[in-house]
């Protein structure tokens, strides 16, 4: 068995991406700030029947993050998918002739350096299974710069290169990079953008291991 490991766990999105690929066998390994609210998660996913374990981690402390997916590993078996799909601070999103330039270090440090922390305790362990699949999260912001939250676009538009360029170098080893785009809200009655809808879209990109960048509904104009 391997295992499903959600780097941002939520009771929205992260939770029903964590129940469909758990409903599929994998194990999952839930990683969050907030342990109270691991314990909520993993007690709703084993009354699916669903083996789950939450690791307490901040994205913004590699150490911390790395540490999580290993001892992850170890207890849970191997990790075939990461997704990394925290929300975003509040103080990323300042207007762009508000933004100087420390206030770009946390909005970087948290779409970069924790996806590149991520991928590189992950990788290994694919790389002995023979496959694997790397999922990252962003809004519309990540392909059309929004100056409202430059922070977030700054660092989504990073993030963005260096999951496409993972997808291009982990192709020949059968590891899959795939971005999905979510245009609008996440919302449970939203028809492209409700948790279940994109939780299964996260599962058929995972499935079908088709090109790199995927949009949950078409950008708006």
Same mark, same amino acid.
């Given at each position: 068995m391997?295992t499903?490991?959600?780097?941002?766990?939520g009771?929205?999105?992260?939770?029903a991406?964590a129940r469909?690929?758990?409903a599929?066998?994998?194990t999952v390994?839930l990683?969050?700030r907030?342990?109270?609210?691991?314990?909520?998660?993993?007690?709703?996913?084993s009354?699916?029947d669903?083996?789950?374990?939450?690791?307490t981690?901040?994205?913004?402390?590699? &150490? %911390?993050l790395?540490? @999580?997916l290993y001892?992850? #590993?170890? !207890?849970?078996?191997? *990790?075939?998918?990461?997704?990394y799909?925290?929300?975003p601070?509040?103080?990323?999103?300042?207007p762009?002739?508000d933004?100087?330039a420390?206030?770009?270090?946390?909005?970087?440090?948290?779409?970069v350096?924790?996806?590149?922390?991520?991928?590189?305790?992950?990788?290994?362990?694919m790389?002995?299974l023979?496959?694997?699949?790397?999922?990252?999260?962003?809004?519309?912001?990540?392909?059309?710069p929004?100056?409202?939250?430059a922070g977030?676009?700054?660092?989504?538009?990073? &993030? %963005?290169?260096?999951? @496409?360029?993972l997808?291009? #170098?982990? !192709?020949?080893?059968? *590891?899959?990079?795939?971005q999905l785009?979510?245009?609008g809200?996440?919302?449970?009655?939203a028809e492209?953008?409700?948790?279940?809808?994109l939780a299964?879209?996260?599962?058929?990109?995972h499935?079908?291991?088709d090109g790199?960048?995927?949009?949950?509904?078409p950008l708006?104009?």
């Open positions: 391997t499903f490991a959600l780097v941002g766990a009771v929205g999105l992260g939770f991406a469909r690929f758990g599929a066998g994998h390994a990683i969050s907030d342990a109270e609210k691991l314990d909520g998660l993993t007690a709703h996913l009354r699916d669903i083996q789950a374990r939450g690791f981690a901040d994205v913004l402390d590699t &150490e %911390s790395t540490t @999580a001892v992850a #590993a170890e !207890a849970l078996g191997p *990790i075939e998918i990461l997704q799909s925290p929300v601070r509040a103080d990323f999103m300042k762009v002739l933004t100087g420390d206030d770009l270090d946390a909005p970087l440090a948290f779409s350096k924790g996806p590149a922390t991520a991928v590189n305790a992950v990788l290994p362990g790389r002995e023979g496959r694997g699949t790397l999922l990252f999260v962003n809004g519309s912001s990540a392909v059309r929004n100056p409202n939250v977030t676009s700054v660092a989504f538009a990073a &993030e %963005s290169a260096y999951a @496409a360029m997808h291009d #170098a982990l !192709a020949p080893e059968n *590891i899959h990079a795939a785009i979510i245009p809200a996440i919302r449970p009655d492209h953008s409700s948790p279940d809808v299964q879209r996260l599962y058929d990109i499935q079908e291991r790199f960048r995927h949009y949950s509904e708006p104009d």
